[in-house]
């Protein structure tokens, strides 16, 4: 079944398929860990590398990963050293297209005369180059090309680079914010989040089937899209699957996000500028890049600890694991204002790989309904979502234009976000509202979704018409012991 997008997702699920095999049966032991790279890599011909060998070394560095990684780097993102070997050396390179023309408008260009010629073709002499990329423009032909690793090329906020010497890829955890595009566009497999996988299922195997705990999931409204390539397999048949494999209850993120939607609706009122907090890598880009702008960050909890807190009031000796599209989730929840209400963080590539261990065949089952939360609260999922429920709940709480005149600004992706902290930073933003969402497309374009189909943003608007509940105010209200 073509679950995933490319086969690096593939293989990154194979391995956390076979760690979640063994976490399951209680075998994670060092002889069988050890063997993983010889189960997941058989004998054979080699299929991705220049051996075998080097392929199994390669998982057996993913398989260190899916157990945690060094629990010592805080960061979510890791290089693997050994599978960072593949891509080109990046640079300014004239390509084969090149005319040999007599306008010269490459060599016009350079500030540093770094382009000869060599039987009328244009040449680069490297030690003078300084990748200005003026030759690259000027080229009629466009013979000219600046080539740049796609990790690099992924990684908007500067915090990739290549080590000169050894040419692997470097993250600068200082400006990293876990957002995990490096992650799923290094077409090698080079770089790799860190998996909580083992810590979830040690949590669901002893409680012992619930009896001594509850174990409740907390799904991301982008649910609804991750099997967009299987239409058989519907946001109910994935809810009875995530029951299956041991969880008490599924409660959706989205009622967090009524929740939210209504506490940000009356703090921006009162404070007359806000940028939102659902998204942990837009307010770690805040922190790490625009410090003079934190006290504008909402003060509250994400839609994922807002209701994981309120499931922790009703139950305080349940755990609660949150499932989504998110790396950067992963990283939130190591925050004191957050670490005592979610107690691990899944992706929806883990939810995936632990149905997979189980043999579950989603296809095959039941429906299980789902729906706590409203219409506003399940479109987080997508850019623009957030604007549009706090608009929402600005009416309902009665607080009209004359009172406060709401201008949002949605920013879809690290370039809208960064121009518009721009402007608020030098005071000259004529917004009053920040929602930054940093993956493309919002939360359905998260690293870690299983496809990222063009019908996901379509998906999510569906399933929020679906909502039983028509008003922020009404999903809020009857969320009680009940609902658990």
């Given at each position: 079944?073509?679950?995933?997008?490319?086969?690096?997702?593939?293989?990154?699920?194979?391995?956390?398929?076979?760690?979640?095999?063994?976490?399951?049966d209680n075998e994670l032991t060092a002889e069988n860990i050890l063997d993983l790279a010889s189960v997941i890599i058989p004998e054979g011909a080699e299929r991705m590398r220049c051996c075998i060998y080097k392929e199994r070394a390669i998982v057996g560095e993913r398989v260190k990963l899916a157990l945690g990684g060094d629990a010592q780097k805080t960061n979510m993102v890791e290089v693997l050293k050994i599978a960072c070997d593949e891509c080109p050396v990046e640079g300014i390179h004239i390509t084969q297209s090149c005319r040999g023309c007599i306008a010269h408008k490459c060599a016009n260009s350079c500030p540093k005369d770094a382009i000869t010629f060599v039987n009328r073709k244009a040449e680069i002499v490297k030690s003078k180059c300084i990748e200005c990329g003026r030759c690259v423009s000027h080229c009629s032909y466009g013979a000219i090309v600046k080539q740049t690793r796609p990790c690099v090329n992924a990684c908007k906020v500067n915090a990739l680079s290549i080590d000169k010497d050894t040419k692997k890829a470097v993250i600068k955890d200082d400006k990293c914010i876990s957002c995990g595009a490096c992650v799923y566009h290094c077409p090698f497999g080079a770089i790799m989040d860190k998996s909580y996988i083992t810590q979830a299922i040690r949590m669901i195997r002893e409680s012992d089937h619930n009896k001594i705990y509850k174990i409740y999931?907390?799904?991301?409204?982008?649910?609804?899209?991750?099997?967009?390539?299987?239409?058989?397999?519907t946001t109910g048949k994935a809810v009875t699957a995530i029951k299956q494999i041991g969880f008490h209850s599924v409660i959706e993120a989205a009622l967090g996000a009524d929740m939210v939607a209504s506490m940000e609706a009356e703090e921006l009122a009162e404070k007359g500028f806000l940028t939102s907090s659902c998204c942990p890598a837009f307010v770690s880009y805040i922190e790490k890049n625009y410090p003079a702008l934190n006290h504008h960050v909402s003060h509250n909890l994400s839609p994922m600890a807002q209701i994981s807190k309120v499931i922790k009031q009703m139950d305080p000796t349940g755990k609660v694991i949150f499932i989504g599209p998110c790396i950067a989730k992963k990283a939130e929840r190591q925050n004191e204002a957050v670490k005592d209400?979610?107690?691990c963080v899944l992706?929806?590539?883990?939810m995936q790989a632990m149905f997979s261990a189980k043999d579950i065949e989603l296809e095959a089952l039941p429906e299980t309904p789902l729906d706590n939360a409203s219409y506003f609260g399940r479109i987080f999922a997508h850019s623009g979502g957030l604007a549009t429920a706090v608009e929402h709940a600005l009416k309902e709480h009665g607080i009209t234009q004359e009172q406060f005149d709401y201008k949002p600004i949605s920013c879809n992706g690290i370039s809208e976000c960064k121009s518009a902290l721009l402007k608020a930073n030098k005071g000259v933003l004529s917004e009053n509202f920040i929602e930054g969402m940093i993956c493309e497309g919002g939360c359905i374009g998260g690293p870690a979704c299983l496809s990222h189909s063009s019908k996901d943003k379509k998906l999510v608007g569906d399933y929020g018409h679906l909502a039983i509940e028509k008003t922020i105010a009404d999903a809020i209200s009857i969320f009680d012991e009940n609902a658990l």
């Open positions: 079944m073509d679950f995933f997008d490319n086969d690096v997702q593939q293989l990154k699920h194979d391995v956390l398929r076979e760690i979640a095999k063994l976490a399951f999931a907390v799904v991301a409204p982008s649910l609804v899209s991750q099997y967009a390539n299987v239409p058989e397999i209400y979610v107690d992706t929806f590539e883990e």
